[in-house]
């Protein structure tokens, strides 16, 4: 990939992640901030992708490593977020 | 086929990308924000199956398996185990993990580049050592506010010439990273590189205090994604590039709400600390004694009055006292009593802990405030009740220029006509500052378990009838 349209990505996604949160009440931060980081779970793809292209057993070892930590990364990250949601979902219904 | 995947494959990460943003633009709002994660996590499992037949993928297909397995069911394991108020210390240990995955990533690129398996451009190497740094920094510094917030370290040690210590191992890994850039990876160099960043991720978060651990783990937070969004150029991986940046530009938004709503600037937190300024300041101002009152007593203060207050803080939290909490408020409405929750926007160990919390007891969203909605209501308030909150009702932060808390918002619990405060004891609060509200004339202190207390007071507006 050319280098300005790696710029141009970064600069794009950088001023979504602003705008995306900018308005969100502060009850659904914690949430939010569980969320997020789950999304950033997605570093198990480029892990599995160094691990699939490891030779050496200093890759095979740092890779799996790495697959074994993102992939921790993605299920917590997902399961507590969907927790905390849960409740919210159901204070909700409460209210109606 | 080979053209058919050369099509699916990067369709596939798209498709994630923009399923994403979505899904985090929907958390943004409570009646879509399960909807969103339900997204988000469909992109993700779209962007892991389609990686198994990605062109670069050659093999270690079981070992991938096995490492998929071992890490999800760990996680998923202690995930579903959690209580909600150790929520925090677990996010940052999740996060944690990605940091790590993210400047393991970075080592093994180096490691090929070293071996010249395969060669960088100048841009890649700088991302790729950069991501390296910053994932390592997230890393450790994640585990230990994890084990901070764990209560498996309580100190926070602090010593001269620490920050002189920090700096240099600091500039010694940004030295060791130039030389990578420069000289190429050599494995030598890159061995002692990233020794020295994940000293740093440690060095740099051991001397914070567990009251500043909300915005520590908001910046390691936005840390890791940038990381991943910088391996994502690396690897040319446009799914990691974009939710990476994502998730930095948001997670920094939200570290710099809320380094604002305890009104100290990011780098305070980081090089300064409240440990070390209450030594010479808290103290020497709080005058008076406390006055304690009892159960009963409190129970019929609320009972007859018009409108309390009540201010829940992380004491109430690792009570479990919220569906007690709760139960009284029913009561109290049932009598008449204008009863609203007060929540300051760093109460709990992360911000909007306090929410999740009372979510989960089933409080109401309506009867929530926010600091700048509650706080005019103050003066007339019959009974404001503190529940284990600390710092966050100290009228220090408006009173004290000299306190190390002066000019933080705060909610205004001094201003109503009578204060209670439930406590365990008489000790300061995790910040390790003295509360001037203790020693207020309209403040009365309720020692106890809150838990205890809760169901005393509960007992207690019954009797009335």
């Known amino acids: 990939m050319e280098g300005w349209v790696a710029l141009y990505i970064f600069m794009l996604a950088a001023f979504t992640g602003v705008e995306v949160i900018s308005r969100v009440p502060s009850i659904l931060h914690t949430p939010l901030m569980s969320g997020s980081n789950f999304i950033h779970g997605i570093v198990l793809v480029g892990a599995m992708v160094i691990l699939g292209m490891a030779d050496t057993s200093a890759e095979i070892i740092v890779g799996f490593i790495a697959v074994v930590l993102a992939a921790g990364n993605v299920v917590g990250g997902y399961v507590v977020t969907e927790r905390m949601l849960e409740m919210f979902s159901s204070t909700g219904r409460k209210k109606e | ?151 498996w370290m309580r100190k926070t040690w602090r010593f001269s010439g620490q920050q002189i210590l920090n700096l240099l191992v600091f500039v010694t890994t940004v030295v060791l990273g130039a030389v990578l850039v420069v000289q190429g990876a050599s494995t030598g160099v890159l061995i002692a590189f990233f020794a020295f960043a994940l000293l740093a991720g440690l060095l740099i978060t051991v001397p914070i205090g567990g009251a500043d651990m909300p915005v520590v783990i908001s910046l390691y937070n ?110 109290l409405t049932a009598r008449g009593v204008k009863v609203s929750f007060a929540i300051h926007p760093v109460a709990g160990r992360m911000p909007g802990h306090m929410n999740v919390l009372l979510a989960e007891a089933g409080v109401p969203y309506d009867v929530i405030h926010d600091l700048e909605d509650i706080n005019a209501q103050f003066p007339t308030t019959d009974v404001a009740l503190v529940i284990g909150a600390n710092d966050v009702v100290n009228p220090a932060a408006r009173k004290d220029p000299s306190s190390p808390i002066h000019g933080m918002p705060i909610l205004d619990a001094d201003r109503a006509k009578n204060c209670i405060v439930i406590k365990r004891g008489q000790g300061t609060g995790f910040s390790g500052i003295e509360n001037l509200l203790f020693f207020e004339e309209n403040t009365r202190m309720l020692y106890g378990d809150a838990q205890k207390v809760a169901q005393a007071l509960i007992s207690g507006v019954k009797s009335l009838g």
């Open chain 2, 222 to 331: 936005a840390l890791t994604g940038l990381a991943v969004g910088f391996e994502g150029y690396v690897l040319q991986n446009p799914a990691m590039m974009i939710a990476g940046i994502v998730v930095g530009a948001a997670g920094s938004l939200l570290t710099q709400l809320m380094a604002k709503a305890m009104n100290r600037p990011l780098s305070n937190v980081l090089f300064a600390g409240f440990g070390k300024a209450d030594e010479d300041a808290a103290g020497a101002a709080a005058s008076g004694e406390m006055k304690s009152i009892d159960a009963t007593d409190a129970a019929i203060q609320m009972a007859y009055a018009e409108k309390v207050i009540i201010i829940p803080g992380y004491g109430m939290a690792v009570a479990q006292a919220q569906h007690k909490i709760w139960e009284l408020t029913e009561l």
């Open chain 2, 1 to 151: 086929m080979t053209s058919a995947l050369d099509f699916i494959i990067p369709a596939a990460y798209f498709i994630a990308a923009v399923m994403f943003i979505y899904g985090l633009k929907a958390m943004s709002s409570p009646v879509t924000a399960r909807r969103g994660i339900l997204w988000s996590g469909a992109a993700m499992l779209v962007a892991v199956l389609v990686t198994f037949v990605h062109p670069e993928v050659k093999g270690n297909y079981a070992l991938m398996i096995v490492a998929i397995a071992i890490g999800s069911v760990a996680a998923w394991w202690t995930a579903k185990r959690v209580a909600m108020t150790d929520m925090p210390q677990m996010i940052a240990l999740y996060n944690g993990m990605g940091g790590g995955a993210a400047a393991a990533i970075a080592g093994v690129e180096l490691l090929k580049a070293s071996s010249g398996a395969v060669t960088m451009d100048l841009a890649t190497i700088i991302l790729a050592v950069l991501g390296g740094i910053i994932g390592s920094i997230a890393f450790t510094g994640s585990l230990i506010a994890f084990a901070k917030l764990q209560g």
